[in-house]
Structures are given as C-alpha cells and as structure tokens.
C-alpha cells in the first residue's frame, strides 16, 4: 500500500469534509445572525421561540441530530425514504452551527455600549445608520476569537458525517484498517486536519490584527 | 426670546418619579447650569431633551415651535424624530467617541450621513464633503486639537476624547448644546482644560445648558442656574444669586456639602 495511493484517498475524504464545511458556514454565518435578531428582538413569541432552539440544539449532541435529521423524516412521514445522506449531514450541521453562532452574535452585540447607541441617536443617525456605520465593526472585532474558535471546531466535527456513513477523511482513513488492516493512515489524516486548521489560524490571527487599529 | 421652552416635564421610572414637573425658559445665548445631588434629576432631564427618554408628561418648545407635547405623542415617523433632536447637541460623561473612527472622522460622520438624503448630494459630491471636512478640521482646531485629526480615540487622553466630542456635537450646529457631567470622568488636572472649551463657547454666546459637579465653573460661566431637588426646581436664579445667596436651606446645605 504505497504512501501516494494512501494520501490520494485521504485526499478524496478531505475534499468532502471541506465541502461540509464551506456549505455550514455559508449559510449558519447569516443564519445564525438571524435567529440572534429573533432572539433580541421585541416580539415575545419570536424571542422565545429562538431560545428554545437554541436550548435544544445546543443541548443535544450533534451526531445525535444527524442521526435524526437522516432518519427522522423517513421515520416520522413512514415513507422509508431519507435524505441523500450528504445532505442530511449538512443541514443538521448549518441547524447546529447557526445556534453556536447566533449566541456568539448576540454576546457581540450585547456587549456594545449604550453609549455608541445613544451618541449615533444624538448626531440625528437613523438604527440603520447606526448599525452599518458604528457597531458592525466593533461587534466583528469583538466576536473574531470565539467565531475563529467555533469555525475550528467545526473543522474537527465534520468528523462526525461518518455516523451516516458520508465517507469524509476520518471515513476514508478508517477503511483502510478493515480493508488493509492498516492504522498508520488514520494517524496520518490527523496532518490534513493540523494544516487546515493551521491556514485558518493564520486566516483569523490577520484579521484581527487588521482589526488592531482601534479599540473597541 | 426664548429658544427654548420647557414646561411641566414629568418621568417616572416604574414606580419611580425621577422628574415632578421641570419647567424653565433659556433666552438665546443664555448658558444654564443645573446642579443638584445625584438622584436629584439633572441626568433625565437632558436626556428628555435629547430625546433619549420621553417623558410622561410636559412639553417641550423650540423657538416657539412645538417639538414634544406627551399630551399629543403620536407615533412618529423615525425621520421626524431624527430631525427634532438635530436641535439639541449632547456631550456625555464618557464621550462616546466612536473607536474606529479617527478624531477627524467622528466630526464629520453624521453631517456627511445627513448630506447623503439632500437631494443634491449626487450632484454636488465633492464639494459638499470638501466642505464637511473643511469645518471639522477648523472645529477641531477651535478645541485645540488641530494636531490630532488622525488620531484614533485610544490615542487620546480623556480630556482631548472630550474635546473631539465637542467638536463633533458642534458640527451639526445644534441651537441649544447639552453637557452631561462632561467632566466628571476626567482627572482634575485634566479637567481644566474641558471647562476652557467650554468657557470658550461661552463667551461666544452659544446657547448651552450644562450639568455639572464643578460649582465654581458652574458659578463662572452660567448666566444662570437651576437647583433641582428630588425631581423638582428648589431655587433657581442667577449665578450670583444661587452660589451668593442661597435663598433655600435645602441649596445652603447642599452647596456646604459640594464645596468645603
């Protein structure tokens, strides 16, 4: 089993565990900002009806939602017939992550002070004015390292597909010890996770430093 | 003429009656201090101006035109609102600044965001934003900050971040001018030279009213002087009749308790 045979299967694997990964963030990113407004906003219903989401979700493990999400409807409608398994892994992931970030949000704009609101209010801004032009970008200054710890985790969790047998890296490396009785492959996958999760290191560290010209 | 009437302003917070029925007149390039102990009021009563609180009841007239009447409060458009509280400027206790803005971004940020809903900004661009920033610039040297337009908030001391705060509350030419406590965050020594600004517009007959702690500047600069009691005017009167000769007990002890 040669070392170039090995590397272009995990190579194989790694590209799906990207995939799962860039679709999750593209659509928790503005999803979860949305259920973070629903959690802040004024109507009760809405603010508790986001809550208890985020209570559920964050509550139960996410390989247990995946699980359900696969199965579930098949289950629930007894038609049998369940979601191409890619898909059912990503969407319990975009549910998930969109929870995780919707608090993360939601700390970040919290955590402005009623003063910048105040100060925008008396200078005759309109809320959007506000929002756009004063407390976007101290709340992305202000929720750059939990976002960049989350979006690692994320890296790691897309681990997780193979419970549905969505053959990812850790999938792809595990076969080889059944078919090949081979574990150093497995071991070996652990490099692909280090660099990605490296390059996003490196992604998030400069963007804070691009950030570091005020303090907010 | 009064430039600004205000009449019967009450505010309760719950249970809580913070304000018990203000009400005052300021004469075009009047300057008027309010004091009194914390609790006693002076805080809301700005912030009703502004229009940061409504209050309950009361109305509010500048230069003679109705700008708040509790009694008629309908729900107004964002937009009407926006345009009533360009009357008043309002300078905090903790500035405020905006942090990613540098000192001479700060100045001009809300009049640039007016200038965009005229309707010949398209036209005029260049010009109307040369000219923002023409002000900005000579407002920004009228605080003696000139030397520090690019600075961010963080590189200024709590005196200078207060001065660009002026700067910026002056930009938008407010006819009446509010400050907040704008000292009390400040170290004494530091103090000085906020109070010199101010003294500064004083003398220039801008219209202001000011809540302070400092009662010697209060007593310098003021034409005259509100005494608020638990949500209620104790006295009221001319500086030297307020700091010289304080009719009221309540005012005697209080100034016993802020000067010695």
Known sequence: MSFAYVTSKLLEGFGLTCLIFAITLVFALPLGLLVAFCSMGKHRAVRYASKAFVWIIRSTPLMLQVIIVFYGPGLIWGTGSYLPRLTAVIVAFIINYAAYFSEIYRGGIESISKGQYEAGQVLGMTKRQIFFRITLLQVVKRIIPPMSNEIITLVKDTSLARIIAVKELIMMAQEFISANALIWPLFYSGVFYMVFCGGLTLFFGAIEKKLDYFSA | ?260
Do not use: W
């Not at chain 2, 912030?47 to 003679?64: H, K, M, Y």
């Not at chain 2, 934003?129 to 023409?134: A, C, H, Q, S, Y």
């Not at chain 2, 000579?138 to 900050?145: A, F, N, R, T, Y």
């Open chain 2, 1 to 260: 003429m009064a430039i600004l009437r205000v009449e019967n302003i009450r505010k309760c917070f719950g249970k809580i009656e913070v304000l018990r029925g203000i009400g005052f007149s300021l004469g075009r390039g009047e300057v008027l201090s309010i004091i009194g102990s914390s609790g006693s009021g002076k805080t809301t009563l700005l912030r009703c101006l502004n229009f940061l609180e409504t209050p309950d009841a009361g109305r509010i007239l500048v230069n003679d035109r109705l700008l708040f009447d509790a009694a008629g409060l309908v729900e107004e458009r964002d937009a009407d609102v926006h345009r009533k509280r360009l009357h008043f400027g309002l300078v905090f206790q903790n500035f405020n600044l905006f942090p990613q803005y540098t000192a001479l971004r700060n100045v001009t940020l809300a009049k640039e965001l007016l200038a965009h809903g005229q309707a010949d900004f398209r036209k005029d661009k260049t010009r109307i934003l040369r000219e923002i920033r023409e002000e900005a610039v000579s407002l920004l040297d009228q605080v003696g900050l000139s030397d520090k337009a690019d600075a961010y908030p963080h590189q200024l001391s709590g005196g200078q971040q207060q001065r660009v705060a002026i700067a910026r509350a002056l930009a938008l030419h407010p006819d009446i001018l509010c400050f907040d406590e704008p000292t009390s965050a400040l170290d004494p020594e530091i103090s000085g030279e906020v109070l010199l600004v101010i003294k500064g517009l004083a003398s220039r007959h801008f219209t202001m009213v000011i809540v302070t702690h400092e009662m010697g500047f209060a007593r310098e600069v003021s034409d005259r002087v509100l005494f608020l009691d638990d949500g209620l005017i104790a006295e009221e009167g001319g500086a030297e009749e307020i700091f010289g000769d304080p009719k009221s007990e309540r005012l005697r002890s209080f100034l016993h308790s802020v000067i010695t």
